[in-house]
């Protein structure tokens, strides 16, 4: 079972920013793909951005595409998300997943506790 534990998340005004990071043990993210969701109250978990194994594919969902960036350092066997620029509508506990570069949650097998991004407007 591996382990993943996302931080950096909290409470911010509209227009500003957070970075969330996921850490694993060992060399449980390095060689990976991997994944941010989201999942707001009454909603499903939605995809928000994933990368390469290596770092040189990004993809992004529509909505945060411009203020949200994801990037890894595999030497530390972290991802992170910036999130800049931030709405209301951003509200939501993230989660971080490894496995895929794909939008499908079902294609990720290994998922973090979440953390809690909450913005004010």
């Known amino acids: 079972q591996v382990q993943l534990v996302e931080s950096g998340g909290g409470l911010v005004q509209a227009g500003g920013s957070l970075r969330l990071s996921c850490a694993g043990p060992?060399?449980?993210?390095?060689?990976?793909?991997m994944g941010w969701f989201r999942q707001a109250p009454g909603k499903e978990r939605e995809f928000v951005a994933a990368i390469s194994w290596n770092g040189l594919r990004t993809y992004y969902t529509n909505s945060v595409k411009g203020r949200f960036t994801i990037f890894r350092d595999n030497a530390k066997s972290t991802i992170s998300l910036q999130m800049n620029s931030l709405k209301p509508e951003d509200t939501a506990v993230y989660y971080c997943a490894r496995g895929s570069v794909r939008s499908d949650p079902s294609e990720y097998e290994y998922w973090g506790q979440g953390t809690q991004v909450t913005v004010s407007s």
């Open positions: 060992g060399r449980s993210i390095s060689g990976y793909s």
